[in-house]
């Protein structure tokens, strides 16, 4: 069976030069970090060797959440093969440049960057993929630099129905909180928009906002979760999530994941980013 071959098509220089033109806005004069690409391991992860340096360094792309590929007998999500080719075809073999925000490390020693094709910093690997349709935004604070203008870009990807956001079997799922709560195990760890009404919010003594779908029992219902850290970013779009949100319809797209603890255990999606909820009307 032939391999499918990538190619990058024309516009894609025009692409370089939009994604250029949003990131020198918050251009700063940081130096980067020389590196080689060995391997690509998905659409947001690759294996480097650094210039004066032993060993592989694994780099996680901040900013950018891609589908997860199959692992064992867990299947992969839509659009995980086609991300991990495209960034193949961008990144494998080739010399790159990253540059790091405040926080340089994640919990697993992956080094957290922006990476560039370029040393001018032209052309970011991360806003390319968002751009295109084959990552999702995933804006985790202290590393910030950037989420203004890359949220930009996926609302253009969402707008023009580029990649995950086409729908179809190759899109993102949508499905209601009902769907999710009744096959918990068949979303969790994957990327979906689930529709609900918020009958409850609640802030707690940490500033953390959450949006819960039950006003009874919310404890075992899904709930999405904005960190104080994040609230501002709503803010600054004139929203104030405990008022805004309560007694709305809403969608919202994320990784749904399942918190435990004590009588707590429900099914949850963190929303770091507004373009992550919508207010939807009609039926759920």
Known sequence: MM???W???SSFLILLAVVGGLLLSSKDDGKLLKCHVVRVIDGDTVAVTVEGERGERMVRYLGID???RAKKEEPGEPLAEEAFEYNKALVEGKTVWLEFDKRKKDKYDRLLAYVYLDPLKLSMVNAILLSQGYATLMIISP???YAEQIEILQRDAKEDKRGIWGGGKQGIQEISVEELERNLGKYRGKICAVRFKVERTFKSKKGNLFLNSKAREYYKHFTVVIFSDAVERFRK???EPEEYYLNERIRVT?????????????PEI???EPSQ???IGGDR
Not at 254 to 266: D, F, I, N, Q, T
């Open 7 to 9: 190619l990058i098509p």
């Open 3 to 5: 391999r499918k071959k």
């Open 277 to 279: 909820i919508e207010v």
């Open 237 to 239: 779009k004139g929203i």
């Open 143 to 145: 590393n910030v630099k």
């Open 254 to 266: 994320g990784r749904v994941e399942l918190y435990k603890k004590g009588k707590y255990e429900y």
């Open 66 to 68: 891609a589908p997860e």
């Open 270 to 272: 963190i929303a770091r």
